[in-house]
């Protein structure tokens, strides 16, 4: 059997129930709202020129997990673990390869975020809704992907019909959208 024919990940609509929809809509609309933000610097000052591209990377970001909401990319990533495991025969140690993985990710994940936070130290301090919001998403999404049982139980837990996971993945992206929409210079008026 082939290498793709052992994966069971297929293209195809991951989460097609109206809050799936719900979410990539505002992914799009996050994504959108950062290239506008992008965009009203294009003809700023020089020091805006990093203030652009960052905007540039949240809004590819955004489209990325947009994207991802929908396609499950994280499970093609499995499958691929999956078959490389069994066709190389450390399928029945795979969870000391998870654990090693899971503490590689929030340990990169870790030096990351302080790497970025220190080297665009004042950016953030400018943006903190947008900071807010991507430490909220991104650690979401982390631990949301790591999948602890009790975390993925607090996850589905429902607080007047909202499950957890869409209220703390709606409040990022809105985070981030908002300081899109209000953290951006307004365009000059000819």
């Excluded at 340990?107 to 970025?116: C, D, H, P, R, Y």
């Amino acid at each position: 059997m082939s290498f793709i024919e052992q994966i069971r990940w297929r293209p195809q609509l991951g989460d097609p129930s109206v809050m799936g929809w719900v979410t990539v809509c505002a992914y799009a609309l996050a994504a959108v709202l950062a290239v506008l933000a992008a965009e009203r610097m294009a003809s700023g000052a020089e020091s805006d020129k990093g203030k652009r591209r960052m905007w540039w990377a949240i809004a590819v970001l955004m489209a990325f997990l947009c994207l991802n909401k929908q396609l499950d990319l994280q499970s093609l990533i499995t499958d691929i673990g999956r078959v490389f495991a069994k066709r190389q025969g450390w399928y029945g140690e795979r969870y000391v390869v998870q654990k090693i993985f899971v503490l590689g990710v929030l340990v990169a994940s870790a030096v990351g975020t302080a790497l970025l936070g220190w080297r665009f130290r004042s950016f953030w301090l400018r943006y903190p809704l947008l900071a807010g919001g991507l430490v909220l998403l991104l650690t979401f999404i982390v631990v949301r992907a790591i999948s602890f049982h009790h975390v993925d139980r607090f996850l589905r837990f429902r607080v007047g019909g909202v499950k957890m996971n869409w209220f703390l993945e709606l409040s990022g992206i809105a985070m981030i959208a908002l300081a899109a929409m209000r953290d951006t210079p307004a365009r000059k008026r000819e």
